[in-house]
């Protein structure tokens, strides 16, 4: 009863925040509500999808913001910034879980560590190099998400359909060195790729742990968090090219923060298998309406 209304209590201080902020943000709530206020019931959904699944914010930000007609680099840093609040406490939020005082959180939550050190700089390196160098797509970025989101929802089915009755407990505490190699490259390729389209290092780095016999719920919290990491690290390009729709992000922002603290409630009432034919086949019906 105690766990219940501490929930209630932070959602319902969630919701005053919104609308403290909402109010106080801009000369005409009331007009700013009745154009952008959609977009709060976006972020929520955004926040939901990503923190729950470990595919970042991208995967709903990214189409919708493409159907509504905005420039592809607006909707790419607007997509960035609004993962900065969603995907941040949903970095906290699953922080909490693996660090609970189950004795079996307490020994995973170093491997998780050991997991995102091999990860994150890669994937900042693979941001900065787009950023800065620059590196251009080798595509449209409308067909490279297209693609990217088809690839791994095939590969998150085929691992939940075919080898769903294995155990992905491994039980180990440390990864090899094979492994340790593996995540580096396949972050800083998720890294360039998120540069790209918003989306990649959460979806890559959850897949690889997946496929290499790691839990859902590892996956998905590793995920999470090298995503809000690395969003956090390739938001100031963005800033100073001032390519933020800063009216979509007044209430996005507040919805993925809404978002992300319910976010692993679901995942956790889900469980393993629906979770990852849930991440799955949304990344492919994305995919697939892309193309």
């Known amino acids: 009863m105690k766990i219940e209304r501490q929930k209630i209590f932070w959602l319902v201080l969630a919701v005053c925040i919104v609308g403290t902020w909402c109010v106080y943000q801009t000369d005409a709530p009331l007009l700013a509500l009745q154009e952008y206020g959609a977009f709060f019931f976006l972020g929520v959904g955004g926040a939901i999808t990503a923190n729950s699944t470990g595919a970042g914010g991208g995967v709903v930000f990214v189409p919708f913001f493409d159907a509504l007609g905005m420039n592809i680099d607006e909707v790419i840093a607007t997509s960035f910034a609004i993962q900065c609040f969603g995907m941040t406490v949903g970095s906290i939020s699953w922080l909490l879980f693996f660090n609970g005082k189950s004795e079996q959180k307490i020994e995973r939550v170093n491997l998780l560590y ?22 251009h797509p080798i595509a449209s970025i409308n067909l490279i998400f297209s ?28 990864l090899n060195k094979a492994e340790t190699l593996f995540i580096a490259i396949t972050s800083l390729i998720g890294g360039v790729i998120t540069a790209w389209i918003s989306v ?29 990491i690395s969003v956090i690290a390739g938001i100031p390009y963005f800033i100073n090219e001032s390519l933020i729709n800063t009216d979509v992000l007044l209430f996005a922002a507040p919805g993925a923060i809404i978002g992300a603290l319910l976010a692993r409630y679901v995942a956790l009432a889900l469980g393993a298998k629906k979770l990852k034919f849930f991440l799955g086949s949304w990344i492919l019906l994305v995919g697939i309406a892309g193309l």
């Open 147 to 174: 693609i990217f989101s088809l690839v791994f929802g095939v590969v998150v089915l085929y691992h939940c359909v075919y080898l769903g009755k294995r155990s992905t407990h491994r039980g180990v505490m440390l």
């Open 200 to 228: 990649g290092i959460g979806e890559i780095l959850a897949v690889v742990l997946l496929l290499r016999g790691f839990s859902v719920m590892f996956s998905v919290a590793a995920g999470v968090i090298a995503s809000s």
């Open 114 to 135: 050991q997991a995102l050190a091999c990860s994150i700089p890669f994937s900042i390196f693979g941001i900065y190099t787009v950023q800065y160098l620059p590196v």
